[in-house]
């Protein structure tokens, strides 16, 4: 998929979790994207002048959006392990809560991604959403 179907794609994917902002009384998927979007945030920080350097990327919140979902579909199909406490210090806030969702409510996401391609969504390349666009 090229940026713009991943983003949509994304999108679409992300809207379809709206059951997970009804759970216990919390709003999970918010919560998720949240996580998501401090984790993009921190990660623009590692060169000065991120926009200048990568000009035409996709913004904060559709790079957020999109790792979440990335993440869950990882998780969902088995692309990433579930993480064990080792890797607890070393894997970012988001991966974790992404696999604590599957965990918990594998049957909501499968239900709510029913008719969509999961399989596009784990392979989703974040490089590819922060290349300048034709390249």
Same mark, same amino acid.
């Given at each position: 998929?090229?940026?713009?179907?991943?983003?949509? %794609?994304?999108?679409?994917?992300?809207? =379809?979790?709206?059951?997970?902002?009804?759970?216990?009384?919390?709003?999970?998927?918010?919560?998720?994207?949240?996580?998501?979007?401090?984790?993009?945030?921190?990660?623009?920080?590692? !060169?000065?002048?991120? @926009? =200048?350097?990568?000009? &035409? %990327?996709?913004?904060?919140?559709?790079? =957020?959006?999109?790792?979440? !979902?990335?993440?869950?579909?990882?998780?969902?199909? &088995? =692309?990433?392990?579930? $993480?064990?406490?080792?890797?607890?210090?070393?894997?970012? $806030?988001?991966?974790?809560?992404?696999?604590?969702? +599957? @965990?918990?409510?594998?049957? !909501?996401?499968?239900?709510?991604?029913?008719?969509?391609?999961? @399989?596009?969504?784990?392979?989703?390349?974040?490089?590819?959403?922060?290349?300048?666009?034709? +390249?």
């Amino acid at each position: 998929m090229n940026k713009k179907q991943t983003i949509s %794609a994304a999108r679409k994917a992300f809207d =379809a979790l709206y059951s997970l902002d009804d759970q216990r009384q919390r709003h999970y998927r918010s919560e998720l994207f949240a996580l998501a979007a401090a984790g993009e945030r921190q990660h623009r920080k590692f !060169v000065d002048n991120f @926009a =200048a350097h990568h000009p &035409g %990327a996709a913004s904060v919140t559709d790079c =957020a959006r999109t790792m979440a !979902v990335v993440r869950l579909a990882e998780y969902l199909t &088995g =692309a990433r392990k579930m $993480p064990v406490p080792a890797d607890y210090l070393s894997t970012p $806030p988001e991966c974790l809560f992404a696999a604590a969702l +599957v @965990a918990e409510y594998r049957g !909501v996401i499968v239900d709510a991604w029913a008719g969509l391609d999961v @399989a596009a969504l784990t392979s989703a390349d974040y490089c590819a959403l922060v290349r300048p666009d034709g +390249v």
